[in-house]
């Protein structure tokens, strides 16, 4: 247990569907991530969040919408997606940025698979 | 451009064997993160290093500023200790987030 919490877990979507991912951490941090780990690859950033503010758009497209309604929630809405979407996203927290020598925290992944 | 390798991508070892893990990254870094992917998908933080050397349990990570290298050791490994490790560099003057490895996949059989 981590501290961050991804529902689903697991999730099977077809092209034309609009799904959302959730997030939740209680660990008291400003900083939440979105990541992309398709089969084979490293993680890629997709957003960053902090203080509910986007900071970080890694020219993700458009049929990913997040939302960050406060600093302990936040959203990943899937729209008309492809099938080469199909991975685990992963949440993160942190306190400011890892980069600061701060520990970053993961949820448990959400796999998706789009048909 | 700013790159992070890691070494080797597959390892298997029986149960009690010394392991080593590298990373090494082009640019000069302000952290540098070692990290464990258990096969359901969830990540748990090792260790953050900026210099020398950290300890914890069995596990072991060391960092090389001037070489920029890091090694990742695990002492009388255990079928529990198969995972996925990866290494993630915060690279000095990025906006300050993770730049991932591809990971080594370990396993350690009984």
């Known amino acids: 247990e981590t501290g961050v919490t991804q529902t689903p877990r697991h999730l099977v979507m077809g092209m034309t569907n609009k799904k959302s991912l959730k997030c939740e951490q209680h660990l008291g941090h400003n900083a939440m991530y979105w990541y992309k780990q398709s089969a084979k690859k490293p993680l890629e950033l997709m957003f960053v969040y902090n203080f509910k503010e986007q900071t970080e758009n890694n020219s993700v497209p458009s049929r990913f919408s997040p939302e960050c309604p406060n600093s302990s929630h936040l959203f990943l809405h899937l729209h008309t997606l492809q099938p080469e979407d199909s991975a685990l996203y992963l949440c993160a927290s942190s306190q400011d940025s890892p980069g600061t020598g701060n520990t970053i925290y993961f949820g448990e992944g959400s796999w998706l698979t789009v048909v | 451009k700013n790159e992070v390798e890691q070494s080797p991508q597959n390892l298997t070892a029986q149960e009690g064997e010394f392991i080593t893990i590298n990373c090494s990254y082009s640019v000069g870094i302000s952290a540098l993160h070692w990290l464990q992917q258990h096969p359901g998908g969830g990540i748990v933080s090792l260790f953050m290093?900026?210099?020398g050397k950290k300890k914890h349990g069995r596990l072991i990570a060391t960092i090389n500023i001037q070489e920029k290298h890091s090694s990742l050791h695990i002492t009388a490994s255990h079928p529990r200790d198969s995972a996925v490790y990866i290494c993630a560099v915060v690279f000095s003057g990025s906006a300050r987030q993770l730049t991932f490895g591809s990971g080594t996949q370990l396993t350690v059989l009984p």
């Open positions: 290093l900026s210099s």
